[in-house]
């Protein structure tokens, strides 16, 4: 990729990124991180030989619809350290894209995500009923073997981690510590 097909404008306390910018539709790598951005305009969509794009470390709060029609946007797209609070639906429609940064961001869930994550050498023995647990979530939209919701991944935010009925060892220790 030549330089005329890059433009990385970082650090310079951008509140919203210069108009001119979308008027470069030859671009192929965009990068606007460690700015100030809290939005990303649709004209982005005049990008349409994009592919990558950084917009990463900003105040980012959503992105637009219009992002998820950059047809060549397959190489990396970084959404890390912004204000993001859902999961952007318009990423769903870059069918190429190989990697996507979302670290840092307050995103609860992913429609169509399903994950089991943190265990511990005492799964070994659970790891059965969670499993059923999880496999009638996906099928029946709930678990009828047991409540799981104490096991949120949003019980963390809500400062509501789950406290075991029996102590193990000097202090109290949790499943969600």
Not at 29 to 37: G, I, P, T
Not at 74 to 95: I, K
Not at 107 to 115: D, Q, T
């Amino acid at each position: 990729m030549s330089d005329s097909r890059r433009l990385v404008i970082r650090f310079q306390q951008l509140a919203e990124v210069p108009d001119w910018v979308w008027d470069r539709t030859d671009l192929e790598f965009l990068c606007v991180s460690d700015n100030r951005l809290t939005g990303v305009s649709p004209r982005i969509a005049s990008l349409t030989n994009l592919r990558a794009l950084d917009i990463a470390h900003n105040a980012i709060e959503s992105v637009p619809d219009a992002l998820g029609a950059l047809p060549n946007l397959s190489d990396y797209l970084y959404l890390s350290d912004n204000r993001l609070t859902a999961f952007p639906e318009a990423v769903t429609r870059l069918a190429t894209l190989r990697y996507l940064g979302l670290t840092d961001n307050q995103i609860p869930s992913v429609p169509g995500l399903w994950v089991m994550l943190g265990d511990s050498g005492t799964s070994f023995k659970t790891s059965p009923a969670i499993g059923r647990c999880l496999a009638e979530w996906v099928v029946h939209g709930k678990p009828a073997l047991m409540d799981l919701t104490p096991f949120r991944s949003t019980r963390f935010a809500e400062g509501k981690p789950w406290v075991d009925a029996d102590n193990y060892g000097r202090e109290r220790l949790t499943v969600s510590r």
